[in-house]
């Protein structure tokens, strides 16, 4: 049932997409063509669309870090350094680069070290422990006085602006889904790439 279910869905997002080829503006009637190299068929227009929405989304969710950070803190820092400093703190426990780095799904380590001397200078969270394997690093009080008062910026201004929209919890909840999904696709084409790229 649920099968049958998810099958209309994709066939209905065919037709969609096939429409969305066709569509005509209301200014001169002149056909709007999303097809291009990335996008020939009207499938690969969804996906196309799809991913140029991650991207928008990507660089506006980072901005939004960035500002939101910016308005309980002097130091300035990306989103993937604001998103670092939050997986720290997450459940109150340390964390080593290996937990940060597959907590956040990266593999540029050189990057996370950078941005953990970063977070560590602007006194928002420490190093503790020695050696290859016993390295942590954990919020400071001040970590957690910023990460406290992100929490409540957050609340008022980014939660507040969505739970005006009906019903849209559901739909965070299916886009969630989705995401993860569509995670664990790129990992395996990214493998299968990686594996068989020719020199």
């Not at 190299?37 to 140029?52: I, P, Q, R, S």
């Not at 919890?169 to 989705?178: M, N």
Request: aromatic content about 6%; overall charge neutral.
């Amino acid at each position: 049932m649920g099968l049958a279910v998810e099958d209309t869905a994709w066939q209905g997002a065919g037709v969609m997409a096939e429409k969305k080829v066709q569509t005509q503006n209301d200014t001169g009637g002149q056909a709007l063509d999303y097809r291009w190299h990335l996008a020939e068929t009207a499938g690969e227009v969804e996906v196309t669309e799809l991913e140029f929405a991650l991207m928008r989304a990507f660089e506006g969710f980072g901005r939004w870090q960035s500002e939101c950070l910016a308005g309980v803190c002097q130091m300035p820092a990306s989103g993937p350094e604001n998103a670092l400093l939050h997986i720290i703190r997450m459940h109150d426990r340390p964390k080593s680069i290996k937990e940060l780095a597959r907590l956040a799904n990266r593999d540029d380590v050189p990057n996370i070290q950078y941005s953990l001397r970063k977070l560590i200078g602007g006194g928002l969270v420490v190093r503790k422990g020695a050696g290859r394997s016993g390295v942590s690093y954990e919020v400071t009080d001040e970590g957690r006085r910023v990460t406290d008062d992100y929490g409540a910026l957050r609340r008022r201004l980014l939660l507040a602006e969505l739970g005006n929209l009906p019903g849209f919890s559901t739909r965070l909840a299916e886009a969630a889904r989705v995401l993860n999904v569509l995670t664990g696709i790129y990992e395996e084409v990214a493998r299968v790439a990686a594996t068989h790229r020719r020199a």
